[in-house]
């Protein structure tokens, strides 16, 4: 399999679902800003959005939007428990929580990256993100994981997106559950690989 990716964006989160499930897989950077790849292949023939995460699977398929490649990832290694079996309540909470997470954790942060965004607009952006991530710190109390003591993709997820807050100003220090979920999240050894091979860690 190929994860095209890009470091920091959200491909993050299937990266370390990848290294979560311990699948082989190539990582091929994608640049978001020429929508390059090193070698010079337009991404935008590979992906049409032109954006990541994009998953290349062995027969040539390709997999968009990150809550479904996660899934997909889980699902090829049922053992690692990243995501409850399906059919069960405890996969449709998981599915919950990614669809929460795509659309108004990630999307909501998508203005605050845009420098054509007025700065009014941002604030807006910004006090919506903080009452979603007030709610999030609500709902891990007494919880390791959204899901309870396992980590599942969600938290991936969770972790890729919440990491952002520091570069567009939406200061998550307040909320001291969420903190200690993203510290947690962060030890992981397959957090830590993640991290690294996309620059973060030496």
């Known amino acids: 399999m190929k994860l095209y990716y890009s470091p920091g964006a959200c491909s993050l989160s299937p990266h370390i679902a990848l290294r979560e499930a311990g699948l082989p897989f190539d990582a091929v950077l994608a640049s978001t800003k020429t929508h390059q790849l090193a070698d010079g292949t337009d991404f935008y023939t590979l992906n049409p959005?032109?954006?990541?995460?994009?998953?290349?699977?062995?027969?040539?398929?390709?997999?968009?939007?990150?809550p479904a490649i996660v899934q997909y990832i889980a699902d090829l290694?049922?053992?690692s428990g990243l995501a409850p079996p399906a059919g069960t309540m405890a996969r449709y909470r998981l599915i919950e929580w990614l669809n929460f997470i795509t659309s108004e954790l990630h999307k909501g942060f998508s203005p605050l990256f845009n420098p054509a965004m007025p700065d009014e607009g941002k604030a807006l952006y910004r006090a919506k993100l903080q009452d979603r991530f007030r709610w999030v710190d609500s709902q891990l109390e007494g919880r390791d994981y959204l899901l309870g003591?396992?980590?599942?993709?969600?938290?991936?997820?969770?972790f890729t997106v919440a990491g952002w807050g520091h570069l567009v100003g939406v200061d998550l220090s307040a909320y001291s559950r969420l903190v200690a979920f993203l510290?947690?999240?962060r030890a992981r050894p397959a957090v830590q690989a993640a991290l690294r091979a996309e620059g973060f860690l030496k």
């Open 49 to 66: 959005k032109g954006y990541v995460p994009l998953l290349e699977l062995d027969n040539g398929e390709r997999l968009s939007e990150g």
């Open 77 to 79: 290694a049922p053992e």
């Open 149 to 158: 003591d396992r980590f599942t993709v969600a938290d991936g997820y969770l």
């Open 183 to 185: 510290a947690r999240v």
